[in-house]
């Protein structure tokens, strides 16, 4: 009597309980994203109907595909971030360990101000960031082209040329760094006093404790930062987006991105902006994957 | 996104519209309102527009008309609305009517969303002067009704006009003479600006020097971007932008806001509705600006092209045909709705509007002008016949602004930029399958 009902219950009861997050995976995942791969093989293609004729729907295969790896435009844009990408990410995983460190060192004053304060910019909305940035680059607004200028130095150039680069990565330093600390400093705080009380002991200077001892044990959460950052990169759309209205530098298709934005709601063409997405969907996942693969010895190897 | 917005669509929010109020039209549709709803009872028609005034100009009609009654959404600028109109169209669920800019009427007419409402409209055809009527009308089917037009002209702050004792230019070779008067008496000074953005005021200044960008003639297309008076009109900004005659600078940014604030851009060639564009970011100006007539090419000449503007369409979406042309005329033609948008400081498409512009105030901007209302008037009817938008105009803004951005950015000719402009177009036109003729 016992064993049927056990039976019966079991082979039931794990499917109730995994079919909300099933049911909402297909619905809020997996359709879209299969909606997305069919849209990228259709193309509005104009018909005889009309006088102008009208566009429709058609299957077209892998044009929108080639049409995009053909397009010097999109892979510029690629360019372009991993310009901007080599700035801002050193920078802010180097200045997240920097300070992580600092507020974990036993004799930092301050400590919860500190957190707080190098944490606060990471609360402010990505536009709002970049508006107040971008003020601060205007050359009538900005306070620093301003002392530049009364020391006779004329202005920064931070919106033309080549500034453009360091002026975005600065954006998504200035945002980014406090998370990126907290996370550093989480692990931090997880590492056994033992270990560095052993080492100070032996007369370690707190230097060579840091080196020695603290980066190589919070090692896997240096990699998951970089792996946010590096994602993070491949997805920049928001600072320049809203920067580009002041000034020239930034082109529609600045980065692949605004690339997709521009061909799905300027020029109505969603399917090549479908095709755009899933090869840099692809692309973001193969070289996450590759990250993972060549840092997990070093991150994880000693601890499995 | 938003500050593009604004400077992008410039035209289209901040313009308006309205007009045209003829004793025959309202009785008209009185007429067929009054026999719809004996058949199928009151109807509910849903309506899209960002402009200014609509929510007033809506509640007066609904008011007006029991037996249909319009819900008013505001679903973002002319360049969003054009867009989620044609996706909500393929959804099926795109709303009864809705404002467009004039430019994307011919996309949204490729993308099946219109209606033709000509059977409906003959009676307030003559509402409108034929140069405006012909911007929502091809080949005797009819697409909208006329809302607001920007006809271009040369928006200027007289009050530094006069501290630098210097004249409004007459022709565009003035322009130029003054441009540089300007530079040798206040160095921090611009007479002007060149935004590579400003495609649609581009386009304008091409039109009035007899370009036309976009013809059709038995489904096939002419694309003229870099035809020859484009290319002149081009190598003119050239000329100013190479001697610095003129400010290189997108608008609307804080950094122009501030320059302008402090006086040193002295004016703004565009459309009517720059004046509240600019009491937007130099309110403390009020009063000391003036319009005059657009700069012409010959002397002499007094046409000028539209620079914004937009119409009311009916979708093909629509289940109450009749009753929607019946809002879209009511809207654009009737004494009560043009008296509402003026008051919104908007400028009606309709000559009654038009008319009932001169007997109100002039912008806040322009308080001081006493002739501004003629002034726009003359503008308004000496507009150039048969501006016609192609089906791709989105495609072809984004690709001038970048073109024109790294024109200017690399110091490569602006000629170029046209071109390449042309080459975009063109491509994206027959790879959709149209049929384009060589220039």
Redesign the interface.
């Given at each position: 009597m016992t064993e049927p009902i056990g039976a019966r219950r079991g082979s039931r009861a794990p499917y109730l309980f995994v079919a909300p997050a099933v049911v909402l995976f297909v619905a809020f995942l997996a359709v879209p994203i299969g909606y997305a791969v069919y849209l990228s093989v259709r193309g509005l293609r104009l018909t005889g109907a009309g006088i102008f004729g009208t566009r429709q729907e058609v299957f077209v295969g892998l044009d929108n595909y080639a049409r995009t790896l053909t397009d010097p435009e999109f892979w510029a844009g690629f360019g372009r971030l991993a310009l901007y990408g080599l700035i801002g990410v050193p920078l802010t995983l180097g200045l997240a360990l920097l300070f992580a460190l600092l507020l974990d060192y036993a004799g930092a004053r301050g400590r919860r101000f500190s957190r707080t304060a190098i944490f606060l910019p990471y609360a402010i909305p990505g536009v709002t960031a970049s508006l107040l940035w971008g003020f601060m680059y205007l050359p009538s607004t900005s306070p620093f082209s301003y002392l530049t200028r009364e020391l006779g130095l004329g202005e920064i150039p931070f919106l033309t040329g080549d500034g453009i680069y360091p002026a975005l990565a600065n954006v998504a330093v200035w945002g980014g760094v406090g998370f990126n600390m907290i996370i550093i400093f989480t692990s931090l705080r997880g590492i056994p006093s033992e270990l560095s009380d052993a080492a100070r002991i032996d007369g370690a200077s707190e230097w060579r404790i840091a080196w020695h001892v603290k980066i190589p044990l919070v090692a896997p959460a240096l990699v998951l930062t970089g792996l946010f950052a590096l994602i993070g990169t491949l997805q920049v759309y928001g600072e320049p987006t809203t920067l580009a209205p002041m000034t020239t530098e930034i082109s529609q298709t600045w980065v692949p991105l605004m690339h997709i934005y521009r061909d799905a709601f300027i020029r109505d063409d969603l399917p090549l902006a479908s095709a755009a997405s899933v090869i840099l969907a692809v692309g973001t996942l193969i070289v996450s994957v590759v990250l993972l693969k060549v840092t997990q010895k070093r991150a994880f190897g000693g601890m499995s | 996104?938003?500050?593009?917005g604004?400077?992008g669509s410039a035209a289209a929010l901040c313009l308006a519209v309205l007009l045209a109020a003829c004793s025959s039209g309202t009785s008209g549709s009185g007429g067929t309102t009054a026999t719809q709803a004996a058949q199928t009872g009151p109807v509910t028609l849903d309506f899209w527009c960002w402009s200014a005034g609509q929510k007033e100009k809506v509640a007066a009609f609904n008011k007006a008309h029991p037996d249909i009654q319009v819900r008013h959404t505001d679903a973002g600028g002319g360049?969003d609305t054009a867009?989620k109109l044609?996706t909500a169209g393929r959804a099926g669920n795109a709303p009864d009517a809705a404002c467009l800019e004039y430019q994307t009427i011919?996309?949204m007419?490729?993308?099946?969303a219109l209606a033709d409402i000509s059977a409906h409209t003959a009676d307030v055809k003559d509402a409108f002067t034929p140069e405006v009527w012909s911007l929502t009308s091809?080949?005797g089917?009819v697409y909208g009704v006329p809302q607001d037009v920007g006809p271009m002209v040369m928006v200027y702050n007289r009050k530094r006009f006069d501290e630098l004792k210097i004249e409004v230019p007459k022709t565009w070779q003035d322009f130029a003479t003054v441009a540089a008067a300007v530079r040798a008496k206040d160095p921090d000074t611009y007479l002007a600006t060149f935004a590579?953005?400003e495609f649609g005021n581009f386009a304008g200044l091409a039109q009035q020097a007899g370009a036309t960008w976009w013809k059709?003639q038995d489904?096939t297309w002419t694309v003229g971007i870099a035809d020859a008076a484009s290319t002149e009109v081009a190598a003119y900004w050239q000329g100013l932008v190479d001697k610095d005659l003129v400010k290189?600078q997108?608008l609307?940014?804080?950094?122009w806001n501030?320059?302008l604030n402090k006086g040193r851009i002295l004016s703004w060639p565009s459309a009517l509705w720059a004046t509240g564009v600019l009491y937007g970011v130099a309110e403390k100006q009020a009063g000391d600006w003036a319009i005059a007539p657009l700069p012409q090419w010959t002397e002499g000449d007094d046409r000028v092209a539209f620079q914004g503007g937009s119409a009311i369409a009916v979708t093909k979406n629509s289940k109450h045909l009749q009753a929607a042309a019946t809002f879209a005329k009511w809207m654009n033609t009737d004494k009560a709705a043009y008296e509402l948008q003026i008051a919104a400081g908007e400028y009606p498409a309709s000559l009654a509007g038009q008319q009932a512009t001169t007997a109100s105030e002039p912008p806040k901007l322009a308080g001081g002008q006493k002739d501004y209302w003629e002034v726009a008037a003359k503008a308004a009817q000496r507009t150039i016949p048969h501006i016609s938008w192609g089906?791709?105009v989105?495609?072809a803004?984004?690709a001038f602004?970048?073109a024109m951005?790294?024109a200017?950015?690399d110091k490569t000719p602006l000629t170029q930029a046209l071109q390449k402009t042309q080459q975009v177009v063109v491509d994206?036109m027959t790879s959709?399958?149209?049929k384009v003729a060589a220039p």
């Amino acid at each position: 009597m016992t064993e049927p009902i056990g039976a019966r219950r079991g082979s039931r009861a794990p499917y109730l309980f995994v079919a909300p997050a099933v049911v909402l995976f297909v619905a809020f995942l997996a359709v879209p994203i299969g909606y997305a791969v069919y849209l990228s093989v259709r193309g509005l293609r104009l018909t005889g109907a009309g006088i102008f004729g009208t566009r429709q729907e058609v299957f077209v295969g892998l044009d929108n595909y080639a049409r995009t790896l053909t397009d010097p435009e999109f892979w510029a844009g690629f360019g372009r971030l991993a310009l901007y990408g080599l700035i801002g990410v050193p920078l802010t995983l180097g200045l997240a360990l920097l300070f992580a460190l600092l507020l974990d060192y036993a004799g930092a004053r301050g400590r919860r101000f500190s957190r707080t304060a190098i944490f606060l910019p990471y609360a402010i909305p990505g536009v709002t960031a970049s508006l107040l940035w971008g003020f601060m680059y205007l050359p009538s607004t900005s306070p620093f082209s301003y002392l530049t200028r009364e020391l006779g130095l004329g202005e920064i150039p931070f919106l033309t040329g080549d500034g453009i680069y360091p002026a975005l990565a600065n954006v998504a330093v200035w945002g980014g760094v406090g998370f990126n600390m907290i996370i550093i400093f989480t692990s931090l705080r997880g590492i056994p006093s033992e270990l560095s009380d052993a080492a100070r002991i032996d007369g370690a200077s707190e230097w060579r404790i840091a080196w020695h001892v603290k980066i190589p044990l919070v090692a896997p959460a240096l990699v998951l930062t970089g792996l946010f950052a590096l994602i993070g990169t491949l997805q920049v759309y928001g600072e320049p987006t809203t920067l580009a209205p002041m000034t020239t530098e930034i082109s529609q298709t600045w980065v692949p991105l605004m690339h997709i934005y521009r061909d799905a709601f300027i020029r109505d063409d969603l399917p090549l902006a479908s095709a755009a997405s899933v090869i840099l969907a692809v692309g973001t996942l193969i070289v996450s994957v590759v990250l993972l693969k060549v840092t997990q010895k070093r991150a994880f190897g000693g601890m499995s | 996104m938003r500050i593009r917005g604004v400077s992008g669509s410039a035209a289209a929010l901040c313009l308006a519209v309205l007009l045209a109020a003829c004793s025959s039209g309202t009785s008209g549709s009185g007429g067929t309102t009054a026999t719809q709803a004996a058949q199928t009872g009151p109807v509910t028609l849903d309506f899209w527009c960002w402009s200014a005034g609509q929510k007033e100009k809506v509640a007066a009609f609904n008011k007006a008309h029991p037996d249909i009654q319009v819900r008013h959404t505001d679903a973002g600028g002319g360049t969003d609305t054009a867009t989620k109109l044609v996706t909500a169209g393929r959804a099926g669920n795109a709303p009864d009517a809705a404002c467009l800019e004039y430019q994307t009427i011919p996309a949204m007419i490729v993308a099946g969303a219109l209606a033709d409402i000509s059977a409906h409209t003959a009676d307030v055809k003559d509402a409108f002067t034929p140069e405006v009527w012909s911007l929502t009308s091809f080949d005797g089917a009819v697409y909208g009704v006329p809302q607001d037009v920007g006809p271009m002209v040369m928006v200027y702050n007289r009050k530094r006009f006069d501290e630098l004792k210097i004249e409004v230019p007459k022709t565009w070779q003035d322009f130029a003479t003054v441009a540089a008067a300007v530079r040798a008496k206040d160095p921090d000074t611009y007479l002007a600006t060149f935004a590579p953005a400003e495609f649609g005021n581009f386009a304008g200044l091409a039109q009035q020097a007899g370009a036309t960008w976009w013809k059709v003639q038995d489904q096939t297309w002419t694309v003229g971007i870099a035809d020859a008076a484009s290319t002149e009109v081009a190598a003119y900004w050239q000329g100013l932008v190479d001697k610095d005659l003129v400010k290189v600078q997108p608008l609307l940014t804080p950094e122009w806001n501030n320059q302008l604030n402090k006086g040193r851009i002295l004016s703004w060639p565009s459309a009517l509705w720059a004046t509240g564009v600019l009491y937007g970011v130099a309110e403390k100006q009020a009063g000391d600006w003036a319009i005059a007539p657009l700069p012409q090419w010959t002397e002499g000449d007094d046409r000028v092209a539209f620079q914004g503007g937009s119409a009311i369409a009916v979708t093909k979406n629509s289940k109450h045909l009749q009753a929607a042309a019946t809002f879209a005329k009511w809207m654009n033609t009737d004494k009560a709705a043009y008296e509402l948008q003026i008051a919104a400081g908007e400028y009606p498409a309709s000559l009654a509007g038009q008319q009932a512009t001169t007997a109100s105030e002039p912008p806040k901007l322009a308080g001081g002008q006493k002739d501004y209302w003629e002034v726009a008037a003359k503008a308004a009817q000496r507009t150039i016949p048969h501006i016609s938008w192609g089906p791709n105009v989105s495609t072809a803004q984004s690709a001038f602004q970048d073109a024109m951005a790294a024109a200017v950015r690399d110091k490569t000719p602006l000629t170029q930029a046209l071109q390449k402009t042309q080459q975009v177009v063109v491509d994206d036109m027959t790879s959709t399958g149209f049929k384009v003729a060589a220039p």
